[in-house]
């Protein structure tokens, strides 16, 4: 029978972003190539409303395939449950998180059809995660699985790393992977990711990203953490890796909003994507449409989906 320790710290750190007003009674276009919709008689250069909305749902859209997070919240205004729901045509799958909050400790549930567990969260002393481990023993077999983050002082995350290992009478066996971060004026410009087996290191991909001028103060979530293309190179047991980065739970979040994101891996594949936002008449982001393609092996397949958000209020 299996042994598990787990010791993982987190926090929730909310980012968000700056509001833009209105213009004109036809949809008008951003710097950004997004669109404002309705509009309003006036549209000031500067934005005059920050008042922090909290989002309530999110919904991905990719021909028949749907996913959506709905999010709940507590007396304090904090994340308590997310219920996620994916599938197509009818044959859908859910499962929820519920997050409880405590002085020095989060506690997350998760659930679905299948199966069900706790995640026990303490937290350091900048309040984001540090490490997270489990051990093992059965029947001749010894393991251990961790990850672990590093920040900077300003509290970015530098670099995600998840180790694998495994003993039994046929010898030792090490595996893993992780990731390396590069900031460039509050969001994440680049990020590379490699695989490790027994002590050897490859890189597998390499992405660069670039955003727009909207300041994320005027939401409650860092929604890039959705809508980028593979931007959940974190995984945690018993919780949904765009889920931590879009909560703060790994570091301070993007300062803008995502436009392009480009991906090279060393199996010879490439990705080009861009990210074209829509707003309401208040300024807030209420879908994202991406569209881009890749290429692997000669051969070239496009992308496309987008991102629907509502507000609590």
């Known amino acids: ?27 008008d276009v951003n710097d950004d190539g997004g669109s404002i919709i309705p509009s309003n008689p006036s549209k000031p250069e500067e934005p005059d409303n920050t008042k922090v909305r ?9 021909d028949n395939y ?20 994916e599938g197509e045509s009818g044959d859908y799958s859910k499962w929820e998180y519920n997050i409880r909050y405590y002085d020095d ?18 937290l350091n002393k900048s309040g984001y995660i540090a490490s997270y481990a489990e051990e093992w023993e059965d029947d001749g077999y010894a ?19 998840d180790v694998y290992y495994e003993i039994d009478e046929s010898g030792e066996y090490t595996s893993g992977w992780g990731v390396t971060y590069k900031w460039s004026s509050g969001n994440i410009a680049s990020r590379e990711r490699y695989d490790t087996e027994d ?11 670039t955003y727009n001028n909207k300041k994320q103060d005027v939401i409650n979530l860092d929604i890039n953490a959705f809508v980028e293309y ?20 790994v570091g301070k979040t993007n300062k803008n909003l995502i436009t392009k994101s480009v991906g090279e891996c ?7 994507i861009t990210y074209k936002w829509s707003y309401d008449e208040d300024g807030y982001p209420i879908q994202c449409t991406a569209e881009g393609w890749y290429t692997y092996d000669s051969v070239q397949e496009d992308i496309a989906y987008s991102y629907e958000f509502e507000y609590v209020d």
């Open 66 to 85: 749907t996913r959506s997070w709905t999010l709940d919240y507590d007396a304090n205004e904090r994340v308590s449950k997310i219920d996620c729901v």
């Open 143 to 161: 393991g251990s699985y961790e990850q672990t983050f590093e920040y900077n002082l300003q509290g970015y995350l530098q670099e995600f790393e």
């Open 1 to 27: 029978m299996k042994t598990f320790y787990r010791l993982v710290s987190i926090a929730v750190f909310c980012a968000a972003m700056t509001a833009i007003s209105c213009g004109e009674a036809t949809t």
């Open 199 to 209: 002590g050897e290191e490859d890189y597998s991909e390499r992405w660069t990203m």
């Open 54 to 62: 909290k989002i309530s749902k999110i919904t991905q859209i990719n």
């Open 105 to 122: 400790e989060l506690n997350i549930f998760y659930s679905d059809e299948y199966d069900s567990g706790y995640v026990f969260i303490s």
């Open 230 to 249: 593979y931007s959940y190179d974190i995984g945690l047991e018993y919780f949904d890796g765009s889920c931590a980065l879009a909560l703060g739970l």
């Open 266 to 272: 060393s199996d010879g594949a490439i990705y080009e």
